[in-house]
């Protein structure tokens, strides 16, 4: 039996799309679900916001301090742990990261002039970071489902080069292009669906591709590496790695972390704009981890920097995510936007709206393409 090229590119897109379909529903359903997960939550909670009282925050070790009492009630606590805080604009609640021995990872909320509690959040039973561990690894153990959805997503891949190449016309004319511009609406469900399938396809496929691509970067490393070697001309990716204190030097005097959050107050415009992350020390080894990030919208434009805990002094750390101003080429720009690129967020919410809308697109497409092999195996049959 002789297969002409386009038979041979819809065998692939039908196989591969078959093998991958179950997932790609899944990943991208609960990539949907988690798109607006602030947007939400804010309806169901209490309100975040701060009377902006004019005076200045409370620093990082006083808000810890205040936040003793939520964290340590009783002796049993003596294993839970709060590890930094995250100050936003002048009108909202700060938010402390803690550790709990029976909850988890929790957020405090609390306000950042008084220390008051305001709002708790755990995230062991929350519903979106239920939705994100389907998302990156299909509620399995992490290994193992990372791997399935990395795998996926590259047939995904395929399917939709495929897809793409099948969407040509074999007549290349007016009516033919038209036709695969539009859904007619009016017609039998078999074309209804079909136009679904191949229309809204068409449509979506390129920013499909770069939501897959992007997504691609958390699951192989080696993948994660020849991309930011071929955007940044050659240079080596290093992975995300702390820096270190050295245990060996003598504590400057006074309170070391008073003294770090002065100095970031005169660095940065803190509470007028965007957020400012303040992580504590967890041991004697560990060191201070600051992060800037001057908008509320994208997550690229974050500052990492790292301070000795004993001399302040600055130290290296961060990997690739750690460089500064100076060191920070647009290849580098360009890969720290993965996240921003695959959530949308890169456009604000306009961007976050058209990644849901093109989510819900590829989550169809398994759907509507079993219907239209369904429908084909039956008449096929008759």
Avoid at 96 to 104: A, H, K, Q, R
Avoid at 138 to 147: D, E, H, M, S, T
Avoid at 371 to 382: E, L, Q, V
Wanted: glycine content about 8%; charged content about 20%.
């Amino acid at each position: 039996m002789k297969y002409s090229v386009r038979s041979i590119f819809r065998k692939v897109h039908l196989w591969l799309g078959m093998l991958s379909g179950i997932v790609i529903f899944i990943v991208a359903i609960t990539g949907c679900i988690y798109a607006f997960q602030d947007e939400i939550k804010d309806i169901f909670r209490p309100s975040l916001r701060v009377e902006a009282t004019g005076k200045p925050f409370l620093s990082p070790e006083e808000l810890k301090e205040k936040a003793t009492a939520y964290v340590f009630v009783t002796p049993a606590d003596s294993s839970n742990a709060i590890y930094g805080v995250m100050y936003n604009t002048f009108d909202k609640a700060a938010v402390l990261g803690c550790n709990f021995t029976d909850s988890g990872y929790t957020t405090l909320y609390v306000n950042p002039y008084n220390g008051k509690l305001i709002h708790k959040e755990s995230f062991n039973n929350d519903f979106f970071r239920i939705a994100l561990a389907g998302h990156r690894s299909l509620w399995l153990p992490n290994p193992i489902g990372k791997q399935i959805v990395g795998w996926s997503v590259w047939i995904f891949v395929i399917v939709l080069l495929s897809g793409l190449i099948l969407w040509i016309p074999k007549k290349w004319n007016k009516k033919s292009i038209a036709t695969g511009l539009k859904i007619k609406w009016k017609a039998p469900f078999t074309r209804v669906n079909y136009d679904l399938h191949n229309v809204l396809g068409f449509y979506t496929a390129i920013f499909a591709l770069i939501i897959a691509l992007t997504g691609l970067t958390w699951s192989f490393d080696w993948f994660s590496k020849s991309y930011y070697s071929l955007i940044t001309g050659g240079k080596e990716f290093k992975k995300w790695e702390p820096a270190l204190s050295d245990t060996t030097l003598t504590s400057l005097e006074g309170n070391i972390s008073g003294l770090l959050w002065e100095q970031m107050k005169r660095e940065y415009p803190i509470g007028s704009k965007g957020s400012f992350r303040f992580d504590y020390p967890k041991t004697k080894s560990d060191a201070f981890m600051v992060c800037y990030n001057p908008s509320n919208v994208t997550y690229y434009t974050r500052e990492y920097r790292f301070f000795d805990q004993s001399s302040l002094q600055e130290l290296n750390g961060g990997g690739s995510y750690g460089l500064n101003a100076k060191e920070i080429t647009s290849g580098d720009k360009l890969f720290r936007m993965s996240y921003d690129l695959h959530s949308g967020s890169i456009f604000g919410l306009p961007g976050r709206i058209l990644a849901f809308l093109v989510s819900l697109v590829i989550a169809s497409l398994p759907i509507t393409g079993v219907i239209i092999w369904w429908r084909k195996k039956k008449k096929k049959r008759k």
